[in-house]
């Protein structure tokens, strides 16, 4: 069974930085192309980050550009895709929700919901103003 256990959400100040983490179990991890997608209260699901299986390609909002890194650790002791996310702002509340996609090759990632095979239950970010 395909877990995907997300971490590391909180409050935080607007300009401050916060990580969070997620780790995948009970699937093949190097195979799949990884996401980062948030909700906010009365809105619509949205993208955030996305990263090849490599970890060579990678993909953000125009909103986060700049400000938000993703990466992964492909190690079998590991397992995770991390969001680094900095100079955060109120907007960036949300729940953030790790996910994960069978990758087409070493530079696939995906941008829309629809590519995503399994879906972590979110971890709330906070930005105080």
């Known amino acids: 069974q395909v877990h995907l256990v997300e971490s590391g959400g909180g409050l935080v100040q607007a300009g401050g930085s916060l990580r969070v983490s997620c780790q995948a179990s009970?699937?093949?991890?190097?195979?799949?192309?990884m996401g980062w997608f948030r909700q906010a209260p009365g809105k619509e699901r949205e993208f955030v980050a996305a990263?090849?299986?490599?970890?060579?390609?990678?993909?953000?909002a125009d909103s986060v550009k700049g400000r938000f890194t993703i990466s992964r650790d492909n190690r079998e002791n590991k397992n995770t895709v991390y969001l680094q996310m900095n100079s955060l702002k109120p907007e960036d509340t949300a729940v953030y929700y790790c996910?994960?996609?069978?990758?087409?090759?070493?530079?696939?990632?995906?941008?829309?919901?629809?590519?995503?095979?399994?879906w972590g239950q979110g971890t709330q970010v906070t930005v105080s103003s």
């Open positions: 996910a994960g996609g069978l990758g087409l090759s070493a530079s696939t990632t995906y941008t829309d919901r629809v590519q995503y095979d399994y």
């Open positions: 990263i090849s299986w490599s970890g060579g390609s990678t993909d953000y």
């Open positions: 009970g699937l093949t991890f190097r195979s799949y192309a």
